[in-house]
């Protein structure tokens, strides 16, 4: 399993705590995953900074449920109201980050598994970063089940961005 060749080292920030980092370096941009947590806007606020740093282009990425219907369809009644309210949620993390003035910033949103869609979106990425917790983030863990899995099964190097104190 991929999990026990993958190095972890701590990155201190002072200003948003440790963040867990694995994998091989790459040459690309950086890739942010966002949800509208709070967690998720502080590995945007991570991401621009680095960005900045590195003279990288950035892809920050919303990815909502797509959802099925039985017989394998989309749930064509309520699908609208769905990504009506991601492109909604999308917009007002994108309102509320800093500035990305002299950045090339491609925005995604994608209708699908947000773990999936982040793993796919690491190849040819210089660095993954995510939010150590989303929306549904049980306390006392270290990671959540997104976060690990990109960890575990990104291309690039993951930055974990968890909540400092």
Known sequence: MEWYRT??????RAHLGASLVSGNSGNGRIVVGIDGSPLSAAALAWAVEEARLRGLGLQILHAFPALVSIIGTRAHEYYPEVEKEAEKSFEEALANAPSTDGIDVVRTLKAGNASEALVEASRGASLLVVGSHGRSSFRGMLMGSVSLHCVTQAHCPV?????SG
Not at 7 to 12: M, R
Not at 159 to 163: A, E, G, K, L, Y
């Open 159 to 163: 930055v974990v961005v968890r909540q």
């Open 7 to 12: 190095a972890l080292n701590i990155n201190f």
